[in-house]
């Protein structure tokens, strides 16, 4: 068994097989998972959103509670693979009951990240961010929403 965390407002996956990173790049379909635990990581991001930081409280804090609240200890997810990053970290969309990563931006909770949006459903993302802006749910409180993720981050991890 390989343990693997997703970042944004993160789970700990485990998955049943070796070279999950490179299996998951090369995977063309989805590959089930089991959330052991929630935290903090950088192996699996979850695919086209950025979620607030820790540092930008309490926003980070309130994405990572959000997830918690919606990722059972125990419970099965399915990821899909969208994208291996630069720095070799693969993006995933996590799908439970829901889509968490639609979910997460959706109850505001999170941003659809235009960078990476490319094999997403880009136009599901973004209207759902919509839909989250008008309602002035979690990051969307302020009007214009907080400091974005990727501007707020140090030069050295965008």
Not at 29 to 42: M, N, R, Y
Not at 96 to 104: D, F, K, P, T, Y
Request: charged share 20%; with cysteine.
């Amino acid at each position: 068994m390989i343990r693997w965390t997703l970042i944004g407002a993160v789970a700990l996956i485990a998955w049943w097989g070796n070279g999950f990173s490179e299996a998951m790049a090369q995977s063309q379909g989805p590959t089930s998972a089991t959330v052991l635990s929630i935290g903090d990581g950088d192996t699996i991001r979850l695919a086209c959103i950025d979620a607030p930081e820790m540092a930008q409280p309490p926003d980070g804090a309130n994405a990572r509670s959000y997830l918690q609240s919606r990722l059972r200890l125990g419970s099965s997810v399915t990821l899909r693979p969208q994208r291996v990053d630069r720095f070799g970290r693969t993006g995933a969309e996590v799908i439970g009951e829901v889509n968490l990563n639609l979910a997460l931006v959706e109850d505001g909770m999170a941003f659809a990240y235009r960078q990476h949006l490319g094999q997403c459903n880009a136009n599901e993302y973004l209207d759902a961010e919509f839909r989250a802006s008008r309602s002035r749910f979690g990051v969307w409180k302020m009007p214009g929403g907080i400091t974005r993720p990727w501007d707020f981050r140090p030069v050295r991890l965008r």
